[in-house]
């Protein structure tokens, strides 16, 4: 496997159908000097992973139009395996996370997002 450069930065992908959250997840990332790109939709989401090798990480609300986060993660892991995709929702209760590992999903984060808690997991899926 390749090292990455040092000025390289590290592509993450927010699916974020909410305008506000995904402010407050880009201005959080921004401060590590992240590329951020932006999905509205589940399968923006998957069109972007497929289109776009370079994503290294995908933030995946759960509750979005047209094609929901845990759909999404589906797909997209079906053609990237060893993409890491972190959960942002609201909408899951402690019950839930072991249906959104068997989903696909690497972890997860819940709303409202701490900023603490969304940097430690970035770090853990950053290498």
């Known amino acids: 496997m390749k090292e990455p450069l040092m000025n390289d930065k590290i592509v993450i992908l927010i699916a974020e159908d909410d305008e506000f959250n995904l402010l407050y ?8 000097d992240y590329k951020i790109i932006s999905a509205i939709n589940g399968k923006e989401a998957v069109d972007l992973c497929r289109a776009h090798s370079e994503i ?9 139009p047209i094609m929901n986060g845990i759909e999404a993660t589906r797909e997209i892991k079906s053609f990237r395996q060893k993409l890491p995709i972190i959960a942002v929702s609201a909408y ?15 972890d997860f984060v819940f709303k409202p997002v701490s900023k603490n808690i969304l940097m430690e997991k970035v770090s853990e899926y950053e290498k």
Do not use: P, R, Y
């Open 92 to 106: 899951c209760l402690d019950d839930d996370k072991a249906g959104l590992i068997d989903a696909g999903f690497d």
């Open 25 to 32: 997840l880009n201005t959080i990332l921004q401060e590590k």
């Open 56 to 64: 290294s990480l995908v933030l995946m609300d759960i509750k979005m």
